[in-house]
């Protein structure tokens, strides 16, 4: 998360952000979205949908074999084989959705970010949402779920602005908020590894506007620095199974995680961050993927390209 997923430009006074003006965003002229897979093994990427019309962001993989994506302030699913189309999910009670939107580990339900800046919990199904968080003093970007599914990972920003973004965790019925990362310069992605040991994360606590990749204890012990490099990495994904994940990196010097980038896929295998290979590059950045997207068996995962004309 940063004013990339909202819209909102750095300078603008967060307290007077009325969501109802936030747009969801659409497809540049000539521009099309593809839905991709990509298997492990293989080391081949394969279509499963594209569009001219519709801008689709942030797979999710469903423990029965579904992708959920964002579009258009709400949420879609389709079949990963390319069999099907993106049918909507109906999630009612909630204002519309940004791209931050992650499974439950326990049961048919999924926790979305929405444009009042709070997370809810809805069936994925669809049905009624029901707000987790409670507090009004900040703005909330989930990412992560342990694996109990009893805990929230998210991204805390403060009202006084971008500059202090730290990760917190949460629970279900919003009580025992409380900060991971304790320093105020930005963090993100924050996300679980299966076993719940750790968050994985992307932080610039390292070098100040060059996002790593990091991971830290829930307590907030132990902060590690994973990548070592000159770009500028974000959002790790760590597999279900095996110690297998994928981060998006993006150019040096870039800020926040913007769209229409020619960015870089990197898989990590058997958890040897320095030996990361990019697997794939291509136009994307913002929305290719953002949340977790890995198949239950960690054999493949989804994410989103936006070739240009």
Known sequence: MTDDDTGVGHDAVIGDIDPAALEPRRLLPGQRCEIRVFDVAAGTSRLVHESADTLYE?????????????????????????????APIEITGVPGLNNDHVLSPVDDSVFVSANDFHIYQAPLAGGPARRVTLDTDALHF????????????????????????????????????????????????????????????????????????????????????????????????????GEDAVYISFPGGTEGHPADKEVRLVLVTDGDWAAGRVVETFNGGQGTINVNSWAPDGSAFAYVTYPRA
């Open 142 to 241: 989930l990412h992560g779920v342990s694996p109990d599914g009893q805990t929230l990972a998210y991204v805390r920003v403060s009202l006084d602005g971008w500059g202090d973004v730290r990760v917190h965790e949460v629970g279900l019925d919003g009580s025992g908020d409380r900060a991971v990362t304790t320093d105020p310069g930005p963090a993100d992605g924050s996300e679980y590894s299966p076993d719940g040991e750790w968050i994985y994360l992307n932080t610039e606590q390292f070098s100040r506007g060059q996002a790593q990749i990091a991971r830290i204890r829930p307590d907030g012990r132990e902060l590690t620095q994973l990548t070592f490099d000159e770009r500028v990495n974000w959002f790790p994904h760590v597999a279900p199974v």
């Open 58 to 86: 942030a797979p999710n993989w469903t423990r029965d074999g579904r992708l959920i994506v964002n579009a258009e302030g709400g949420l879609y699913e389709l079949l990963p084989d390319g069999s099907s189309v993106p």
